[in-house]
């Protein structure tokens, strides 16, 4: 079926979402919980079509959900634009997909015939966005879900990427406070609510934006609780969260479930921004065939086995898995539990049957699947010409060469050839800033998609552009230089393997000279061989001091590395692309493109 310009039931008025647009332009985090949503004033008076399931008690109300689309507009490149399909055989293939032209084209399609319909997401909605979005600060991705008829989402780590201040302005609209206006036309901010259940302004102690919203249509109410990982200051930087403080998952979304009860909302849906890891990477694995187990786990295999008996579905997301499972719930009556990969490659398709007769869920009625957003389907134009639009604004600054590369340089593995490319990137500019620079060290949570050979636009085939640069560190962290003491330096690598990346290492990416042993088959932080450590073939000095080069977010101890916190001397330089820019326009051409790394500086031992 042809998309159409606009989603096929009428625009919804401006909701409740324009009741803050007073305190948009002056809005901070201790004022953000004063300008709340009103949990419960918007109604979501949804008509998508005509038809639907269900007469007389039990009434199929249809819940399409997505989670961490990242501001990926376009097609997401390489392997970030595909799933994995289990086949009936036993073998897997991959499938080309995302784009929001044709994710608007699913959605539509799949709302069609279904009265009873709600769009909902698990967070990080923005943030690590390709430069299309992130240029503009995400307000083309906020646009884009407005013409998507996204009811509700979460927020997720990323919305904090740049402050609550800023997830405000996303929220409410308006200008950007530095850069102003994109267009002629006044950002006008969310349709939807973002809600934000477990973060809490540190001074008032009350939420910075609503807690939970409810649906309802013709007498069917759902409600909706949002909250993302407890942990989110751990992998946000120290900017990002100033103010907030995070509380538990479980706790915040069973207090909101007694809030929805007394308020007569029996059906009840969580959107967490936390995942899990299920155990085969195909989008249409059925976790819950006999011989899996629970078929995931992480996080949110015990989020899920704890929240209240309330809580009828979660939709879930951060890990950019894909999975629909049920998970028992602390009765033992199964619950469903979804995620939709990332990119917007993905869609979730759940049935919940509603009991007119209790407002509850009949939860052995639901049922869920993960469709891929294939791109055999015609786009949607109303998508395309915001593309276009942005596109416009963005090509003189993207479309820039900024260097060349002989083949694909990967960011997967414990050590990445990207990981090592944009370490010696740092390591470099630390050294322009302060010749004594001895190394540099980055997170590979930082590196946001792979440098590929192929064109992406009219670039040609080996050429970096600046906006390729910009997909791969997103964040505009700062290459920031600090002292430390060798053993520092020793107790900085343990820590990839131990304390709270005991379970989860995050090993960081190093620059050339630096070379060690890790040991996977030992636990904790004996991991990592401290005899084998050395620096231009020596071994580190506890005594000795190094200068080390690392972006801001790692600086401040970010991703469970306390110790880089601690050293003295602090330099801030320039952000993180300017430094990969740097290097790839001084050490590349178009006759001696930059080779991929061997990516050779950890030894593994399993």
Known sequence: MPATPQSHRPRRRRRTTRLLAAAATALTAGALAAAALPASANAGEGNRGHGGHGHGRYQDVQLLSFNDLHGNLEPPAGSSGRVTEHQPDGTTKTIDAGGIEYLATHLREAREGHRYSITAAGGDMV??????????????TIEALNKLDLDVTSVGNHEFDEGAEELARLQNGGCHPTEGCYTDEAFEGADFPYLAANVLDEKT??????????????????GFIG???EGTPDIVSAEGVKGLTFKDEVETIDKYAKVLQRQGVKSIVALVHEGGFPASSSYNYDCDSPGTGDGISGPIADIAKNVTPQVDALVT???HAAY?????DPAGKPRMVTSASSFGRLYTDTTLTYDRATGDIARTAVESANHVVTRDVPKAPDMTRLIDKWSTLAAPIGNRAIGYVSGDIDRNGTESPLGDLIADAQLAYGRSQDPETDLALMNPGGIRAPLTYAASGSEGDGVVTYAEGFTVQPFANT??????TGAQLIQILKEQVSGPNEASPKILQISSGLTYTLDLSKSGADRVLTDSIRLNGSPIDPSATYRVASNSFLAGGGDGFPTLNEGTNELVGADDLTALEQYL???SSPTAPIAPPAADRIRIVQ
């Open 127 to 140: 943030g690590a966005s390709p430069l299309l979005s992130g240029l503009f600060h995400d307000e083309p």
């Open 205 to 222: 102690k009350k939420p910075i934006l609503a807690p939970y919203w409810v649906w309802k249509h013709k007498g069917v109410k759902v």
């Open 227 to 229: 909250v993302t990982l």
């Open 317 to 319: 997301g951060h890990t």
């Open 324 to 328: 629909v499972c049920t998970i028992p």
């Open 479 to 484: 290459v920031n230089l600090k002292d430390y």
């Open 585 to 587: 326009t001084a050490n």
